[in-house]
């Protein structure tokens, strides 16, 4: 009988897999980084090639790792990064075009043209008009690459393309949650929207079946691991971790810390609206007997987070490693003044401005880079205040601590602050991969591999809650001037 559930969590910064067994623990995992493009400024692709090579090489290396073989694995979960997309040729498998990566900003002018739409698909989406979404990325790539024949042509986010390479071409399907996060998908009844589809130029032909979060995709080509493993899960990152939180109903929310920031909080089974600039979306849907159970999400999406980290890393080459920022961030007493603005793909939640750039501001003569490292963790944090506020005020009451995970909750500074600022513990679980864990969670629970999702989800541990101590008189200061900042990189372009 087969012992593990594997995780594909398809993340903005790397790709990964992940061997759970029936205790939900770890046994086996493979992580590899996936090369991220800027032809221009504030435009981000990614190679889906290099994605679908990078999951052959996880999934096989982390079978190794643990030891087993594929026939061991009861079901495979999969989670992506939400908003990507692409466009493919069905008969040869290639893309037509590098894919659009949710930061990007390059459909913005395009979202300025449909203005006189945007009530009209706020209300059908529950999304805003912004760049940030796949319509108008995947009008673009149509634009761009002029299909000679539409019929050979597929588009998909990147569950929808893993899916299709892990069938062998067979099955071209994306979830509830994913189509939720296209401005295509109607949120009332879940099924792509004509008058959408209308605005944003997208024939239907080309767009996947939208099946619920839980329940079989498909089966993987016995080419590729050697045996055919239901594929009973797939779920938007951000939606996978609210699963694993045990967010199943109104009241609870989580936030994950990876790439951007994503504060969700489940709504129940109507679609609520947010007078604060919050999304309306999928939590997750459930496949039942005659159709399935459903689940809405409030969601504040904060597009640079990690991603800052990253590009300390990378951009300016000040630090060596991610987790460096911790230590250098400690060495200064304060942020001597500096503060930062995230906004480098824009702001989203909760100004949703598309003209927004980073900024730093506050620098004199004495900065040094720990400074300016610090600010720049301190960011990640405000942005995430100005989000648990606007909860707050649409759900009337207050929450009382802050769930996290995602790789930039590693960083001890950046939780301790977070605390401080909000005034409100911050609970850390000893599995920060909390987006794989869900995803496993809920494939393994729709093949029967658990049957308990209150047990599985109350079995997860607790690494460390930070408290709100010492520093919390000087973040909600820093707050307020940073709230300064924000207005003043707002508008930035056009
Ligand atoms: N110790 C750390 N401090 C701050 N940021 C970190 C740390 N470790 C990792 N990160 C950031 O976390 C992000 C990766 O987290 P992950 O959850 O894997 O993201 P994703 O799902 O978006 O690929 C990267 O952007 C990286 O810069
Ligand atoms: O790659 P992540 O984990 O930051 O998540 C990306 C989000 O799904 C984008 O909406």
Known sequence: MPQYVMALDLGTTGNRAILFNRAGDIVGQAYKELTQHYPQPGWVEHDAMEIWQDVQWAMKTAIAEAKISASDIAAIGLTVQRETCLLWDKTTGEPLHKAIVWQDRRTADMCATLADKKADIYERSGLFLDAYFSGTKLRWLLNKTQPANLDNVLAGTIDTWALWNLTGGNVHATDHSNASRTLLMNLANQQWDDTLLNTFGIPRSLLADIKPSQGIFGYTDPSILGAEIPIAAILGDQQAALFAHG?????????????????????????????????????????????????????????????????????????????????LALSVEDNGGVYFVPALSGLGAPHWDMGARGAFLGITRGATKAHMVRAVLEAIANQVREVVTAINDDSGTPITTLKVDGGACHNNFLMQYQADVLGIPVERPAVLDATAQGSAFAAGLAVGYWDDYTALVSSRKIDKTFEPGAGKAAAQENFATWERAVERAKGWIG
């Open 247 to 327: 967010c199943d109903r109104p009241g609870l929310l989580k936030c994950t810390y990876g790439t951007g920031a994503f504060l969700v909080a489940h709504s129940g089974k109507e679609i609520v609206r947010s007078n604060n600039q919050l999304l309306s979306t999928i939590g997750w849907t459930t496949a039942t007997d005659g159709g399935y159970d459903l689940g809405y999400g409030l969601e504040g999406s904060m597009f640079t987070a990690g991603a800052c980290i990253q590009w300390l890393r990378d951009g300016l080459q000040i630090i060596d490693s991610a987790a460096d920022s911790e230590p």
